[in-house]
């Protein structure tokens, strides 16, 4: 059983999908959850959902924003005078060909997806280390990148460029904030069942590859191993295992969930 009882974690992106999931699933493990999201109306909902008192929070938060990292960090300090882990799960998807993408699309892109998780480290490092130190525990960054920061994908440049960005910045990161006791990993989920996972359904249409979404469901499982598209609940229990003390010995690692998609 993953035990993350008395931790303090801020999901960001949780007003749905992964983040919603991630939120639920540590708050099970035992953690109290800052869950935070650009749609402050849909992430209060989300938390009210899941009946769970004082031990979530929910707060409006743009992860581009310096100053809205800053408001998160202090709500967490104020919470519980530590902070445990960290999920950088807010993201967008564009699927566009190279050439149409503008610099503007291109830059956005990257600015959600991996300036982001730049400024989320940099927020939280110091509550991490004042928490190693006053509490004697282990922290976590989990950082999400995807398998197309892996591999490449056809429409996929500006996606690919972020997640990339998004691997190698938490490799980098583990390895300056090993003595301090913060353990950074990136996780690289594969085709899994959401609403930003639409857009590759629209980008194998677009292609000409599939008629509509259901055609496009079933191509995509049939190019699965396991057969099917991911569910995120297998998504947050691989976070709350990166979370927990169980990975310990894990930093600067990529782990992948993908139901063997990359491994063809």
């Given at each position: 059983?993953?035990?993350l009882n008395s931790k303090v974690a801020i999901v960001t992106g949780a007003a749905g999908g992964i983040g919603r999931e991630t939120a639920a699933t540590l708050l099970r493990c035992g953690?109290?959850?800052?869950?935070?999201?650009?749609?402050?109306?849909?992430?209060?909902?989300?938390?009210?959902?899941?009946?769970?008192?004082?031990?979530?929070?929910?707060?409006?938060?743009?992860?581009?924003?310096?100053?809205?990292?800053?408001?998160?960090?202090?709500?967490?300090?104020?919470?519980?005078?530590?902070?445990?882990?960290?999920?950088?799960?807010?993201?967008?998807?564009?699927?566009?060909?190279?050439?149409?993408?503008?610099?503007?699309?291109?830059?956005?892109?990257?600015?959600?997806?991996?300036?982001?998780?730049?400024?989320?480290?940099?927020?939280?490092?110091?509550?991490?280390?004042?928490?190693?130190?006053?509490?004697?525990?282990?922290?976590?960054?989990?950082?999400?990148?995807?398998?197309?920061?892996?591999?490449?994908?056809?429409?996929?440049?500006?996606?690919?460029?972020?997640?990339?960005?998004?691997?190698?910045?938490?490799?980098?990161?583990?390895?300056?904030?090993?003595?301090?006791?913060?353990?950074?990993?990136?996780?690289?989920?594969?085709?899994?069942?959401?609403?930003?996972?639409?857009?590759?359904?629209?980008?194998?249409?677009?292609?000409?590859?599939?008629?509509?979404?259901?055609?496009?469901?079933?191509?995509?499982?049939?190019?699965?191993?396991?057969?099917?598209?991911?569910?995120?609940?297998?998504?947050?229990?691989?976070?709350?295992?990166?979370?927990?003390?169980?990975?310990?010995?894990?930093?600067?690692?990529?782990?992948?969930?993908?139901?063997?998609?990359?491994?063809?």
């Open positions: 059983m993953i035990d953690a109290r959850v800052i869950m935070t999201d650009v749609d402050g109306k849909k992430v209060e909902a989300a938390a009210a959902s899941m009946a769970a008192g004082d031990k979530v929070v929910s707060v409006v938060h743009d992860v581009t924003s310096v100053d809205g990292w800053a408001h998160v960090v202090d709500l967490a300090a104020q919470l519980g005078g530590r902070l445990d882990i960290l999920v950088n799960n807010a993201g967008t998807m564009l699927g566009k060909p190279l050439m149409e993408t503008s610099l503007e699309e291109f830059r956005q892109s990257y600015q959600v997806n991996a300036e982001s998780v730049f400024i989320g480290i940099q927020a939280v490092v110091p509550l991490m280390e004042k928490t190693v130190k006053d509490f004697d525990s282990s922290t976590s960054i989990i950082n999400l990148s995807s398998i197309y920061g892996q591999v490449a994908s056809r429409m996929h440049a500006a996606y690919s460029a972020s997640k990339g960005a998004v691997r190698l910045l938490s490799k980098a990161a583990a390895m300056e904030l090993v003595g301090k006791g913060i353990r950074v990993n990136s996780l690289h989920p594969g085709p899994i069942d959401t609403s930003l996972g639409k857009g590759t359904y629209e980008t194998l249409m677009r292609l000409g590859l599939v008629k509509n979404e259901e055609e496009a469901r079933t191509a995509l499982a049939n190019r699965i191993p396991i057969g099917r598209l991911g569910d995120v609940s297998e998504i947050a229990g691989v976070i709350a295992f990166l979370a927990s003390d169980l990975s310990r010995y894990m930093t600067g690692s990529e782990v992948t969930v993908d139901g063997g998609f990359t491994a063809m």
